[in-house]
């Protein structure tokens, strides 16, 4: 079904699921609290959309199979830069710190060997690192003393000063199945890896020279510990709050990590029969994140589970969301929905539905309750310790417009979310109802600007008002009496209140033309 048809017709023919399977949630046509109904297409990227980050409040940059990375404007919907120069798929990309001269500059990796340094403000490539030696899998930040540097990993793992100075090589594996395809820094001077289903920490310490001088660029990688492995392949490692960090695997099982200690802290979701019917892994972890520090929110099969990190409990449990797995999830419109989005091309928004029935009702605004959890719930801190699994969500919205397994979700605060898929499609999707009152702000403000101006203007001519007044400008081009062939620029201004016209007709001083 093309874009149009499925955005035209509100739904589409999904697989209709067996009767073992548990019936997935459908919602109708009208969707009343789905306030996303204002589309953005971008349509530079020509294959499978991989990374979507953030820069700041009004750009983002995204990265495809077609070994191109392109700067947005997410605010207005179109693309700023396009990252040309690798000749293989980006797989990574980071922001560095700001420079000095506050310019912003990102990262990216590549299937290429290559690592290359952009400007976000230009699109200028300024440095390639080829040096690599193998496919850069991923790139970290890390902070050893506030001397910022970046770590890249693949069949090894190396270190690099932000002017793309190689520090130092530590080879990890001879085989492609094994690379390192995640890293994240769990302190100062550590770092935690994850390829295939094993995890290992290293340490980053300062050479000293003799006499015990440190040198700024001397850094060696050292192996501290190798954890224990998960039984299927790691698919996602985060990190939670300060001294713990979690990692999800294909077979079902979160596994919460001391950083202190480096030992499993806590359990979730231990599944015995984990491979399910033929070894589609039905309870694979597709996707984790963190919320108010606290609580880990996963995509866990075809449904979603949030557990608390503090007390073990399992806080809210959705078997089946979707009609295939979930690969992405976020919080959208300050924690009021949960955005989830599918192999099956839908984006499906959850919510309880009295909160957002409150909350649109603007004379009713229901008092903001701290972190995202307390406003996705409608709950305060205190009250999140006695969650359970009875606690229901309501499916409150569905999104469709993509053709292919949504794979990027991101959240952009007080304008709606963005999603990018396997049809090469970025969509932005806004609340129409926020458009249409920013709009109207933004032509009240002109129209208020061009009053004050006109006004100013010819204030012998037309009486300012205390109250807002209606201006409608007329110009006509007359022939100068002095001047026969040239015509002047002739302004008719009227201004209107309670039903009294009063108008004013005065020849344009153009800019140039004032001193005179």
Known sequence: MSFFQRLLSGSYEKEKPSKEQVEVQTIDADQPLNPYTELFLLQNHTDIIRILLQIDNKRCVTAADDNKAIIWNIVLGYHLAVLSGHTHPITS????????????????GSSDKQIRRWDVETGECLQVISNHGTSVRCLTLVDISLRSMFCSGGQELCLWSTDGKLLDRFEVCSTEEADICYIIPVTNDRIVTAADKQMVVYSITSVYLDGGVEEDENKKISLVKKLPSHREVIRCLINIRDGYFASGSIDGSIILWKTETLLPYRYF???????????????????????????????VGAGFSLYDSVTGNLVLHKKVAHYSKILCLTFACEGMFLVTASEDGAIRLWGRK?????????????ERKP????????????????LNPEVELDLVGECLAHSGAVQVLMNIEGEGFMSGAADGLLIIWKSSQLQMVKRNRLIQGKQEQLEEDILGMHSDSIK?????VAVIIRVEHIEEEDSPGREEPYVTIVATKDSVCLESSCSYLSPDRVDN
């Not at 009295?354 to 229901?366: E, G, K």
């Not at 972190?371 to 310790?385: D, H, Q, V």
């Not at 300012?464 to 807002?468: K, L």
């Open 93 to 108: 990309i980071i922001l560095l710190p700001p420079r000095r001269n506050n310019s912003v500059q990102l990262l990216t």
């Open 464 to 468: 300012r008002y205390n109250c807002p």
């Open 371 to 386: 972190g995202i959890l307390g406003t996705f719930l409608n709950l305060r801190n205190e009250e999140t310790m006695d």
């Open 269 to 299: 979701n231990s599944v015995t029969e984990y491979l399910g019917p033929d070894k589609m892994y039905p309870y694979s972890i597709q996707c984790m994140m963190t919320v108010d520090e606290r609580y880990i929110l996963a995509a």
């Open 354 to 366: 009295q909160v957002i029935q409150d909350a649109m009702q603007v004379d009713t605004l229901p």
